[in-house]
């Protein structure tokens, strides 16, 4: 599949079209971005190949892919009309702000759901998300690679040799006035009577070297999702089938009380994720743990170690301790006291 979409060619030489098939398949974008909507899926541009002289210049191309119902929305025609404001017209949902600063209070919101149902969180979030500042190279090289290794390890002979991590200034076009994710943390099922919870991230956080999230990545830890990397400012919110028979989906409240960890929604999660994660066994699951007073969770390069009970606001930071002994133990201390003592650790910390 890779070699019928890149055709010989580096991911800098495709169009922008093929670029953001590219990036879906990579992993580095999602099909339901607004910037996912230009992009053709990767058996519709290996199909086009097949069809009598496929369309060659950029006109022709969207005109084709239009023409068989294909959504296509550029960057430039995002921009001309944007996303409803928050005040328009609809019933009013609540949902939270949590800032990637933690010393920056979490905080309430509310938005109008639209009349004709869907989620209009993604697109009403995006500009949020938008920064002309120039991306670095390096930053880009390095957040891509595992997961082209990991598209590269499950495709076609000849991939690896043909697709490149794409350049910081074509990720940067592609994200153009922002781009939101919306990642479920609790998943809509029959159980909870259709309802699901999600984070609404900058899709590109980490290749703009945003700052980690910690209180985000710790809801995700609650709700049975561990081992994730979250950069930047999120959202929560969440959306329940809509009433009526009309079908489809509707934005509905979401409150602040809800960020606690044994919050309703959130301990279904756990039980539902974990269960999830228990029959696809194997794989990639990487090995985690939660003791009560605080859970671990690694990945590839790194294990996080997250401790429940932290002080917060001004001024936290000169509250807690942290010491690594010779690089082979753990100690976490708040206001003094030890909440968290781990005297042998599997392997010496690299980098303390």
């Known amino acids: 599949m890779l070699d019928d979409l890149l055709q ?37 541009v290996a199909a086009a190949a097949d069809d009598e002289d496929p369309p060659r210049t950029e006109a022709e191309r969207l005109a084709y892919l239009r023409s068989r119902g294909v959504e296509v929305e550029l960057a430039e025609e995002r921009q001309s009309h944007p996303p409803p404001a928050a005040g328009g017209a609809g019933r009013a949902f609540t949902f939270v702000r ?4 933690p010393t920056v209070a979490v905080s309430l919101e509310s938005a109008a759901a639209p ?25 880009v090289a390095r957040e891509t690679a595992g997961r082209l290794r990991n598209m590269v390890a499950g495709g076609a002979p000849g991939a690896a040799e043909a697709l490149r991590a794409p350049s910081a200034e074509t990720v940067q076009k592609l994200a153009a006035g922002g781009a939101c994710e919306a990642y479920p943390l609790a998943q809509p099922s029959a159980a909870n009577g259709w309802v699901g919870v999600r984070l609404y991230i900058d899709e590109v956080g980490a290749l703009r070297s945003r700052p980690r999230n910690a209180r985000a990545e710790a809801l995700a830890l609650a709700a049975g999702l561990s081992g994730l990397a979250i950069h930047g400012d999120v ?33 279904a999660a756990r039980r ?17 743990g939660d003791s009560g007073s605080y859970a671990w969770s690694q990945t590839e390069e790194e294990v996080e170690v997250c401790v429940r009970g932290a002080p917060s606001g001004r001024g936290a930071a000169k509250r807690v301790g942290v010491a690594y002994g010779r690089g082979r133990s753990l ?11 781990l005297p042998e650790l599997f392997d010496a910390v690299a980098s303390p």
Request: aromatic share 4%; hydrophobic share 40%.
């Open 8 to 44: 010989g060619r580096d991911l800098d030489s495709l169009t922008d079209d093929e670029k953001m098939a590219v990036l879906v398949k990579a992993g580095l974008m999602t099909s339901d971005s607004p910037a996912a909507a230009a992009a053709p899926a990767p058996q519709q």
């Open 98 to 101: 949590i800032p990637a600063e």
């Open 115 to 139: 009349s004709g149902g869907g989620d209009v969180l993604p697109g009403l979030l995006a500009p949020r998300f938008a920064d002309d500042g120039v991306m670095d190279d390096a930053t």
């Open 235 to 267: 959202y929560v919110s969440r959306c329940a089938r809509r009433e009526g028979g009309g079908g489809g989906e509707a934005n509905v409240d979401f409150g602040l009380e809800e960020l606690a960890p044994d919050s309703a929604w959130a301990a």
């Open 272 to 288: 539902e994720n974990g269960a999830a994660a228990a029959a696809h066994g194997g794989g990639d699951h990487f090995a985690g």
């Open 331 to 341: 100690r976490v201390c708040f206001d003094g006291k030890v909440a968290v003592e």
